[in-house]
């Protein structure tokens, strides 16, 4: 799915002389709660993609950003016969777009996970690997820098590290992470020849549609993995755990969704899920064996690898 062009073909449709919100266009790509990533997607778009972005501002007219600054913007729909006053759009009740056509992508999207959540699997169905892949990636605008650390679990230590660079097609909305990162995480995981246990800085079932990222990624490649969050995303945590190695339950709509896990003297508890075919309990024991500071080592390892990769790039 791309979504910026989606977002591109909809600031396409606003004419000259009117004006759209990011709250708009986010509701015709089909869910509010993708407002703050049209933002990103009209400051990092380019090339082939091309939109009138500076006909987007915000909720009750005030004027946003732009990526040029705002005297170009206020230039540019000046010449458009749209004015600003004392910081906002003239007469923006008259002149707001909103009636986009539209096929709703995150819609879509949300459909087509609610689906696939019916398949996630709680259990350890077989004989796990004995095999981590930590993975995690870095951006910079519209490219990304994926990272994965082969780890072996017995040993407790590292064995390859895999990398990839690739373009995105996805700005980060929340709850469908999945549609970001799966395609560069995919590129890593074709190189992979061993048994794994995929482990993503992300969530499994804690997660409102009860499918984060590494739920999504179990079940699309049918292998087991675990979420290892650093905040919790959602769900209510009675109390958090003080001990090392002690976990807590997250609880939404009276089920367990999660485990808050303490894994550092120093450091705020992590956020524990399975993602698909593995149990809570052994998504747990993995995690703990592994962790030696706050996360454990394949995503700490993929984390500085992705980010390295990244910064030796600029």
Request: aromatic letters at 8%; proline letters at 6%; charged letters at 25%.
């Amino acid at each position: 799915m791309d979504l910026y062009k989606a977002c591109g073909d909809l600031v396409n449709q606003v004419p000259s002389g009117q004006v759209t919100t990011y709250g708009s266009v986010a509701k015709a790509l089909g869910n509010h709660i993708a407002r703050r990533a049209v933002g990103v997607v009209m400051n990092t778009y380019g090339p082939p993609l091309k939109m009138p972005c500076h006909r987007v501002v915000y909720a009750g007219g005030g004027l946003g950003g732009f990526a040029y600054g705002l005297p170009k913007k206020m230039k540019m729909l000046a010449a458009e016969n749209v004015y600003e006053n004392n910081g906002k759009i003239a007469d923006f009740e008259n002149i707001l777009f909103t009636d986009f056509k539209t096929n709703y992508p995150l819609k879509k999207a949300r459909k087509e996970q609610l689906a696939l959540a019916k398949k996630v699997n709680l259990k350890d169905s077989k004989k796990l690997p004995n095999y981590v892949l930590g993975l995690d990636a870095s951006y910079n605008g519209t490219k990304a820098y994926g990272a994965g650390v082969l780890f072996d679990i017995k040993k407790n230590e590292p064995v390859k590290t895999y990398r990839v660079e690739t373009k995105i097609n996805f700005p980060y909305v929340p709850s469908y992470l999945g549609y970001r990162e799966i395609p560069i995480y995919k590129k890593i995981i074709d190189q992979v020849n061993e048994p794994v246990i995929l482990m993503v800085d992300g969530n499994g079932i804690l997660h409102p549609y009860g499918f984060g990222i590494a739920s999504h990624l179990g079940v699309l490649l049918n292998m087991p993995s675990i979420g290892v969050a650093k905040s919790k995303f959602c769900g209510e945590l009675a109390s958090m755990p003080t001990e090392l190695g002690k976990s807590q339950p997250i609880i939404l709509d009276k089920k367990e969704i999660g485990k808050a896990l303490k894994t550092s003297a120093r450091a705020k508890p992590i956020y524990v899920s399975p993602g698909h075919d593995i149990s809570m309990a052994s998504a747990l024991k993995i995690v703990i064996k592994t962790a030696r500071l706050k996360l454990p080592e394949p995503t700490r390892l993929a984390h500085i690898e992705a980010t390295e990769m990244r910064r030796s790039d600029l």
